[in-house]
T-cell receptor, first 116, second 111 residues
């Protein structure tokens, strides 16, 4: 079974440009999460989809970030326009609908975004 | 809100040395606790977890015990190998919701 995949693995763009990151979750996983790690700091939550609906977007930094999940399958995260402070590694994770308190989020390899 | 504090790295050890990476948390209620590991060039992998107080998670020779009285979840391994070199993240979570991570601790194991 394929794991969580992310594309591209690395993106270098100039300030003011637009970048779109893509995440394909594990097949059958209703939950999809985006996280970001900036400059060696902690990994911070951005948002959580349940199927195609945004369950929690409390971590989205500002309105330059737009996340979508078409048909409850893959997700895209668009940054427009990009700023220098957006540089970091963007992780996607997915999980099954949980029961009880036991669950696991499976992470992708991340997209390293560099804004110059 | 929830927060996780873990010891800063990098940590450099000789092979077969004992490893401890400290992790403490601040949270209300009874979150689940996790250790994730990121090997060079790879994504995050769940290393171990504990879902309630006094639970011990273990995997690949690593262990961590959920201590509610000290709000800690320290990671230990009795004898590290070069292949354990990676970045280790402590995290807490509730249900199927977001994970709250620490800053990560880089471990380098030398021969």
């Amino acid at each position: 079974e394929a794991g969580v995949t992310q594309f591209p693995s690395h993106s270098v763009i100039e300030k003011g440009q637009t970048v779109t990151l893509r995440c394909d979750p594990i097949s059958g996983h209703d939950n999809l999460y985006w996280y970001r790690r900036v400059m060696g700091k902690e990994i911070k939550f951005l948002l959580h989809f349940v199927k195609e609906s945004k369950q929690d977007e409390s971590g989205m930094p500002n309105n330059r970030f737009l996340a979508e999940r078409t048909g409850g399958t893959y997700s895209t995260l668009k940054v427009q326009p990009a700023e220098l402070e957006d540089s970091g590694v963007y992780f996607c994770a997915s999980s099954q609908t949980m029961t009880g308190y036991s669950y696991e989020q499976y992470f992708g390899p991340g997209t390293r975004l560099t804004v110059t | 809100g929830d927060s996780v504090t873990q010891m800063e790295g990098p940590v450099t050890l000789s092979e077969e040395a004992f490893l401890t990476i400290n992790c403490t948390y601040t949270a209300t209620g009874y979150p689940s606790l996790f250790w994730y590991v990121q090997y060079p060039g790879e994504g995050l992998q769940l290393l171990l977890k504990a879902t309630k107080a006094d639970d011990k998670g273990s995997n690949k020779g690593f262990e961590a015990t959920y201590r509610k009285e000290t709000t800690s979840f320290h990671l230990e391994k009795g004898s590290v190998q070069v292949s354990d070199s990676a970045v280790y993240f402590c995290a807490l979570g509730r249900g199927g919701n977001k994970l709250t991570f620490g800053t990560g601790t880089q471990l380098k194991v030398e021969l």
